[in-house]
């Protein structure tokens, strides 16, 4: 049993910077990411990190801005999301499998979720 649950989504200006945290219980996750969904859009890749804090990767949208780490003392996965953007905004969801997954961006790769967390960034 695997258990994620997001935290430190709200409602911040555009150009300011917010942290969010995914905390996974139970089996170890190889390869961890996160992805967003905003209204009335399909669920978009953000980020991966693998079991060692290795084999990142950003999708271009975010490149530069965010930030994936991961701190296995704690079993906890983050995004540093800086200089947000208007088109930031979504809900953001952790996601995990305990494949070691080099060339995972899409949704169906990962085999578990967590309820999500609402940015939403205004002008």
């Known amino acids: 049993q695997v258990h994620l649950v997001e935290s430190g989504g709200g409602l911040v200006q555009a150009g300011d910077s917010l942290r969010l945290s995914c905390a996974a219980s139970?089996?170890?996750?190889?390869?961890m990411a996160w992805f967003r969904q905003a209204p009335g859009k399909g669920r978009e890749f953000v980020a991966r990190i693998n079991q060692r804090g290795a084999n990142i990767y950003y999708a271009d949208s975010v490149k530069g801005r965010f930030t994936i780490s991961r701190d296995t003392g704690v079993n906890t996965v983050y995004l540093q999301m800086n200089s947000l953007k208007l088109e930031d905004t979504a809900v953001y969801y952790c996601a995990g499998t305990r494949d070691y997954c080099f060339g995972c961006f899409a949704a169906n790769s990962f085999d578990y979720w967590g309820q999500g967390t609402q940015v939403t960034v205004s002008s």
């Open positions: 139970g089996l170890p996750l190889n390869t």
